[in-house]
Structures are given as structure tokens and as C-alpha cells.
């Protein structure tokens, strides 16, 4: 089935999508779930900055959240209606795992747990 979504959601979707930043996390967050603090690591940028753009693609339905014992773990939302378009996106940009290998090297990967 296709899914066709309002030409201001659309908009909506891709303007969020066209933050470095939030692009960067959702090509992660496709493969692989993650926690504020690997974000704060990778771009080497403040907590709430982090949080504000997870907030962000999170109100819009895009990622969602799961709580691990005390922490919260983000992952790409399949069931969003609007995972088709944000797929399509993402299928023309570069893996991004390098980020998170990165991470994994400094011994900082999950470093909330």
C-alpha cells in the first residue's frame, strides 16, 4: 500500500530532515537504537541541544523512544506514517555506523549504562 501524506506534513518531515544534525541521527537511529548520551559523544555537543532535536523528530512521531531500566534508548519509528518519505531520504545518504564504531574504539559506546 502507498502512502501518501499531506503536503504540509510532508514539508514539515523533510525541514526537520534538513538539520545535519537530526539527518545524521535518523540515518543512525535507522540501524541502530541509541541513548542522548552516544548522541552527545558523536557530536560532541551539549545535552539539551541533544535532547531538543530528539524532541523534535520524537513530537512528529519519526523516533521513538524505550525505556532500559533507568535510561531511554531512541530508534527510528517503522510504524510512523511517515517512515516511507524518511526511508526514501535516507536511501541517497552515506552509513553513518563509522560514527558509532568510532564510539565503540573510545570505549564510549551505550556510556549511560
Known sequence: MEHVVELEKATL???LLGDKTRLTMVKILNSHDCCVCEFVEIFKTSQPAISQHIRKLKDIGIVRETRRGQWI???LNKESVYYPLVLSVLHYIKNQDY???ELEEQGL???CD
Open 13 to 15: 518531515v523533510l525541514k
Open 73 to 75: 534508548f531512541y530508534s
Open 99 to 101: 560514527k558509532l564504531k
Open 109 to 111: 559506546r551505550i556510556s
